[in-house]
T-cell receptor
Framework: GAVVSQHPSWVICKSGTSVKIECRSLDFQATTMFWYRQFPKQSLMLMATSNEGSKATYEQGVEKDKFLINHASLTLSTLTVTSAHPEDSSFYIC????????????FGNGTRLTVT | LAKTTQPISMDSYEGQEVNITCSHNNIATNDYITWYQQFPSQGPRFIIQGYKTKVTNEVASLFIPADRKSSTLSLPRVSLSDTAVYYCLVGDLGDYKLSFGAGTTVTVRA
């Protein structure tokens, strides 16, 4: 089945630094990936749609200069949280649709970001 | 995007069947219904997907009435490890910019 791998699974960084999170589709190609953020006891909130070879599409209220997305290949999308602050601490999850006409979204296991 | 409504929480006991109903009154013709399970600090895991009538796999069944304005996820004989949040998502597979609702927290007790 379609597997989406996220790395790292957790990261702690200091305020003001940048953190990169990788999302890989291991056994399929994904022209589109999605990035979500989830705060404790809340649902997933879509941040942006990552498109291979073109600019990401950001949801309203998500700062594109703060959350840099790069989708340089058909199997890798990266999310960089720039100049992180404690309020950016959250659980970040990526997803990609498997190949095949009716394939559902498959999710990575998430990255817990803690900014101190 | 079709808006979904699910119960906030459900309690059950081991061995019982759990049925979670999701309302999606404005579902579009091209929309599919997909259910996910999420454990704490993990990404959502695909459970089942359907378009109409009934779909069954090794872990669950999905019942969709003819008008498709609701769907019911059925988990047979739950165990403690089924305690999780369950999300119902409705969307066009060609688009797949899905929005997550609040989900249903299912708690299974011994």
């Amino acid at each position: 089945g379609a597997v989406v791998s996220q790395h790292p699974s957790w990261v702690i960084c200091k305020s003001g630094t940048s953190v990169k999170i990788e999302c890989r589709s291991l056994d399929f190609q994904a022209t589109t990936m999605f990035w979500y953020r989830q705060f404790p006891k809340q649902s997933l909130m879509l941040m942006a749609t990552s498109n291979e070879g073109s600019k990401a599409t950001y949801e309203q209220g998500v700062e594109k200069d703060k959350f840099l997305i790069n989708h340089a290949s058909l199997t890798l999308s990266t999310l960089t949280v720039t100049s992180a602050h404690p309020e950016d601490s959250s659980f970040y999850i990526c997803s990609a649709r498997g190949q095949g006409g009716n394939s559902p979204l498959h999710f990575g296991n998430g990255t817990r970001l803690t900014v101190t | 995007l079709a808006k979904t409504t699910q119960p906030i929480s459900m309690d059950s006991y081991e061995g019982q069947e759990v049925n979670i109903t999701c309302s999606h009154n404005n579902i579009a013709t091209n929309d599919y219904i997909t259910w996910y399970q999420q454990f704490p600090s993990q990404g959502p895991r695909f459970i089942i997907q359907g378009y109409k009538t009934k779909v069954t796999n090794e872990v669950a069944s999905l019942f969709i009435p003819a008008d498709r304005k609701s769907s019911t996820l059925s988990l047979p004989r739950v165990s403690l490890s089924d305690t999780a949040v369950y999300y119902c998502l409705v969307g066009d597979l060609g688009d797949y910019k899905l929005s997550f609702g609040a989900g249903t927290t299912v708690t299974v007790r011994a």
